[in-house]
């Protein structure tokens, strides 16, 4: 019976979660290099907002960002399904990418500087600054010519997103109905062209079999700029195990989004985007940060700590967790990842180390490739 006693005993204190003091978590926050690979403020910035003065209202400033310790964020080039119909979507792109780079990065040099490649975002890290770079949301935005691919690449845009919520031309959306079962010729010679150029192919937002599709099309690594995982949320946005572990193999990396229909199946149920029994307008029931740390801590069991990321989403989603309300809420998921049993060494990996690791990989493809 005492022998029972002290194993129970033992076990209960190897359960008991760890706890951080808060100088703790921020020595350790603070040493972390910390990527989000999906950030939609410039949907404001191109209507005129400062992003350098603080923003009540959105998720995204300077001032959150530095208390967040962000070091490097892709900007969403979000191109919207509507900017197909008069032949306005090269025209809306090209707008995104100079929000971009005049009204974030020329604008306020002391706090951005552009990025186009992994060094570079180390580079800025060191100097002090929030490395800035670009990515395509939407693949309509090339209006199906590869020559616009390569001027988009040329600007700084370094990930294409190959759908939004709208099939195009070449490539099936999650958000529509199936037209080409995946990717077409043109689908693969654009992934083809975005190995070529150096751009890191972007799964979010495509269907299953495009997904697939792509794996067997590229020759560098993919990942997912902002999803999360659908056997927690079971929506269509989301990656299936089978697809996470496909995409490990490929050498890819999915990066979390925070939205809280991606995160919680109560908030997807709740929700009149993700539900369509529920009325326009209804409350969603709000997500926790803890469900951050189950889909994360999902990927890494499934697929291993070298296949996780972040890609917020912030002011791209209506709904954000508890406890992660805007970009300078870092330190809180850093503390609840500590306390659930992750290193250091993994966080690191997971904020930015992972996707560091990607895009080096995606720029040795190119170079070969153009040998």
Not at 146 to 168: A, K
Not at 310 to 316: H, L, N, R
Request: hydrophobic share 40%; with cysteine; proline share 3%.
């Amino acid at each position: 019976m005492r022998l029972l006693f002290c194993l129970f005993f033992s076990a209960a204190l190897h359960a008991q979660a760890i706890r951080y003091s808060d100088v703790d978590v921020m020595r350790i926050h603070r040493s972390l290099l910390l990527i989000d690979t999906h950030n939609d403020v410039t949907s404001f910035t191109v209507e005129g907002m400062n992003i350098a003065q603080p923003q009540p209202k959105r998720h995204t400033d300077v001032p959150k960002l530095r208390q967040g310790n962000v070091g490097a964020v892709f900007f969403a080039v979000y191109v919207a399904a509507k900017s197909v119909e008069g032949n306005h979507a090269a025209h809306r792109t090209l707008e995104m990418i100079d929000t971009v780079r005049t009204d974030i990065i020329a604008r306020h040099p002391k706090d951005f500087q552009l990025a186009t490649t992994a060094d570079e975002i180390v580079a800025a890290r060191k100097a002090g600054r929030i490395a800035a770079l670009l990515g395509i949301e939407g693949g309509h935005a090339i209006e199906d010519s590869l020559r616009l691919l390569r001027t988009y690449r040329d600007l700084g845009v370094r990930y294409m997103t190959l759908t939004h919520s709208n099939n195009n031309n070449w490539a099936d959306s999650s958000g529509d109905v199936p037209r080409h079962n995946g990717l077409t010729r043109l689908g693969r010679d654009v992934v083809a062209g975005m190995n070529r150029l150096g751009m890191m192919v972007d799964i979010s937002h495509v269907a299953d079999r495009t997904f697939y599709d792509v794996l067997q099309s590229t020759k560098a690594p993919v990942f997912a700029s902002h999803s999360s995982c659908r056997a927690l949320s079971n929506i269509p946005r989301n990656m299936t195990d089978d697809m996470i572990r496909a995409l490990a193999r490929n050498g890819g990396v999915i990066q979390i989004n925070f939205g809280c229909e991606f995160l919680s199946q109560a908030s997807a149920d709740s929700s009149s985007w993700s539900n369509p029994k529920v009325k326009p307008g209804a409350r969603t029931t709000r997500a926790k940060l803890s469900d951050v740390v189950s889909h994360i801590r999902h990927v890494i069991k499934i697929a291993g700590v070298d296949h996780a990321g972040i890609g917020s989403d912030f002011d791209g989603v209506p709904c954000t967790p508890e406890g992660l309300d805007d970009v300078s809420k870092f330190p809180n998921l850093t503390r609840a990842l500590l306390e659930s049993g992750l290193t250091a060494t993994d966080i690191e990996k997971v904020y930015g180390g992972n996707l560091l690791r990607v895009m080096r990989a995606v720029e040795k493809t190119a170079t070969e490739l153009s040998r």
